[in-house]
């Protein structure tokens, strides 16, 4: 198999619910070259049987990851796995649209840019919609990957999207240093972060993925743990890239962050009474 395009990689754990759906997803995309790596982070459920049935499909390949090391082992491992001249990390029990490899990867090739987004719908655990067209507040033309950093710190939240709304360069990631999880609750956002810094961003202005909420993302829904790494983030931008933030952008980004985890516990709280 000649170099792929696109490389899409999913660490997966525990998502044998939901694994079927989300690999569904990407196999079924047109218009692209690409390979799809998936790895099983040790699962006590039948995530790696899901993974087996699509054992004999020319474009997958199947890895194994050791327990521990938290979720960023996983996307290490699937990423270092990756052969593609971009990637696009996807989580077990999201949906990808059709159309959004091809489009996504139109618009960094005719771009330049190293990162692109979309809009996403959020859904609960039984895939009932929460909120359509959700991301990218604030970040919606081509701009400087300095600037969609700023305007991120600013909004005290990740405006990129989870994983499945990105494609980015994969030696801008290798640049980089790859995931970068010093903040696990912001693994996604500091990578992203860390990638733009290194060009720029143009945005994919089509709801092109599916974000599922369910009670592994209600049992992490710390507000303290989650402001307290969002301002500590800010900070090591501030510290390390100090061209990028002003002083006012850390005030602003530190009081929203602390604001945003409160919201987004309540949030929880609110989703998981509807689910019992």
């Known amino acids: ?5 696109l ?8 998502n044998g619910r939901t694994l079927d759906e989300t690999i569904r997803s990407v196999l079924d995309q047109t218009g692209i070259d690409f390979e799809l790596v998936i790895a099983d982070h040790a699962s006590s459920d039948d995530t790696r049987a899901v993974m087996d049935g699509y054992a004999d499909d020319a474009r997958v390949r199947l890895l194994d990851t050791e327990a ?3 979720a960023g082992r996983n996307w290490r491992r699937v990423t270092e796995a990756a052969e593609g001249e971009f990637i696009k990390l996807v989580c077990g029990d999201d949906v990808l649209r059709p159309g959004i490899l091809a489009r996504q990867v139109g618009l960094l090739q005719t771009s330049g840019a190293v990162l ?10 039984n895939g009932k919609t929460l909120t359509r067209d959700w991301g990218l507040r604030g970040i919606t033309r081509p701009m400087t990957g300095a600037r969609a ?8 939240s990740n405006v990129f999207g989870e994983p499945a709304s990105v494609t980015f360069r994969a030696d801008a990631l290798r640049s980089a240093g790859g995931w970068f999880d010093r903040f696990p609750y912001l693994i996604d956002q500091a990578t992203y972060s860390a990638v733009l810094l290194q060009g720029t961003f143009v945005p994919d202005l089509q709801t092109g993925a599916t974000f599922r909420m369910s009670s592994t993302q209600w049992s992490v829904a710390l507000t303290r743990e989650q402001s307290e790494q969002a301002r500590g983030f800010h900070h090591w931008i501030d510290e390390n890239h100090p061209e990028v933030l ?5 005030v602003i980004g530190d009081l929203r962050a602390t604001l945003m985890a409160h919201a987004r516990r309540l949030s ?3 989703l998981e009474r509807r689910m019992r």
């Open 246 to 250: 002003s002083k006012s952008d850390l």
């Open 68 to 70: 521990g090391g938290g």
């Open 116 to 125: 692109t987004a979309c809009r996403r719908d959020i859904v609960d655990a």
């Open 268 to 270: 929880y709280k609110i």
């Open 149 to 156: 950093v700023r305007t991120a710190v600013r909004a005290g």
């Open 1 to 5: 198999m000649t170099q792929p395009s």
């Open 7 to 14: 490389s899409v990689v999913i660490p997966a754990y525990n």
